[in-house]
């Protein structure tokens, strides 16, 4: 588990350089509760991860979850 807590600037694309890095079939993060927002609109529709988030007071435990990839969805709707 990376910790973020204590960051406010240039979240997203640091989880997102960390999620691209993962060899793994999950990532956990550590944010602070005013995070989740910006991480859910920038984050939370992805095909490649889907995203879990587990409220801790003032902090946040982000999961994020590699999916199966769809061969059957030309649009990319699933």
């Known amino acids: 588990m990376k910790d973020y ?5 240039g979240l997203v694309p640091q989880i997102q350089q960390d999620l691209d890095a993962t060899a793994g079939e999950s990532a956990d993060f ?3 509760t ?11 529709e992805s ?9 801790r007071g003032d902090t946040a435990l982000v ?14 709707l699933v």
Not at 5 to 9: A, P
Not at 34 to 44: D, E, T
Not at 47 to 55: G, I, K, N, P
Not at 63 to 72: A, H, I, L, Q
């Open 5 to 9: 807590s204590g960051r406010t600037c």
């Open 30 to 32: 550590l944010v602070t």
């Open 34 to 44: 005013k995070a989740i927002l910006a991480l859910v609109s920038a984050l939370g």
């Open 47 to 55: 095909r490649a991860w889907r995203m879990d988030v587990e409220e």
């Open 63 to 76: 999961r994020f979850t590699r999916r199966t990839p769809v061969e059957d969805d030309p649009l990319h």
